[in-house]
């Protein structure tokens, strides 16, 4: 008998339906419809709310924990972990042994290459999500936090539109570093209306690109977002 197919890595990523329930979940946590140390709905309630089996709401929080926006207590239900002021811990080890130059250096590296694949792989549906977050950010005003959380948003939903599953994991990497006090710090002194109204500027401008399935433009729009963070960064040095 032919052996069975061996499971490549795209395989392992969720599919549209689950997708749908990370992305609004996820939606939900970040403009903090569910607060920080808040318990979700039930994963009945949330089938129901959604219109999904209770299986697909459960693969969908296996994967927001995973991200560590969720923690699950047996018994207890869900509860989200995801932080909007930045306060708490870098996650993950790495990136708390990260310092301010060597995020920027590897946001140089990754990001660039992280938009140009978004732009061949995003579906329609994604960039309507994607459309959704800048939305949000628009609104802000002189919320510095709120915008910054909007903003690693939408850069998390640019990974995820490469569907490459590595690059994600690295990107996640990349968010959790981006939390560290001192990006937050940072933000709460520099980030003004009217640097807030520059960044949604910009960021406008690479939304229309990937739209538009504009790879230099997106790139170019990528890396303005990159200076606008240097300079910040080098105020505070």
């Not at 607060?35 to 979700?40: G, K, V």
């Not at 080890?93 to 694949?117: F, H, N, S, W």
Request: with cysteine.
């Amino acid at each position: 008998m032919p052996s069975s197919p061996r499971p490549n890595a795209l395989q392992s990523l969720p599919g549209s339906t689950v997708q749908y329930v990370i992305d609004t979940l996820s939606t939900r946590i970040v403009s903090q419809e569910y607060a920080a140390e808040e318990r979700l709905p039930s994963e009945r309630q949330l089938a129901q709310d959604l219109g999904v089996a209770r299986n697909t709401v459960r693969e969908a929080l296996d994967q927001l924990e995973e991200r560590g926006m969720i923690r699950r207590r047996a018994g207890s239900g869900s509860f989200v972990t995801y932080d909007p002021t930045g306060a708490r811990e870098a996650i993950s080890p790495v990136a708390a042994e990260t310092g301010p130059l060597q995020l920027q250096v590897m946001r140089g590296i990754l990001e660039p290459e992280m938009v140009r694949l978004a732009i061949v792989n995003m579906s329609p549906r994604q960039i309507d999500d994607l459309s959704e977050i800048l939305s949000k950010m628009e609104a802000v005003q002189a919320d510095a936090t709120a915008f910054v959380r909007l903003e690693e948003e939408f850069h998390r939903r640019i990974a995820e539109g490469t569907g490459n599953p590595l690059l994600m994991a690295c990107y996640n990497l990349v968010i959790d570093a981006r939390r560290q006090s001192f990006r937050t710090a940072m933000y709460r002194r520099h980030l003004t209306p009217a640097r807030i109204a520059e960044y949604q500027r910009g960021y406008n401008g690479l939304f229309n690109a990937i739209a538009a399935r504009d790879i230099e433009e997106a790139s170019e729009f990528m890396k303005l977002v990159l200076i606008q963070d240097q300079k910040l960064l080098l105020q505070e040095t």
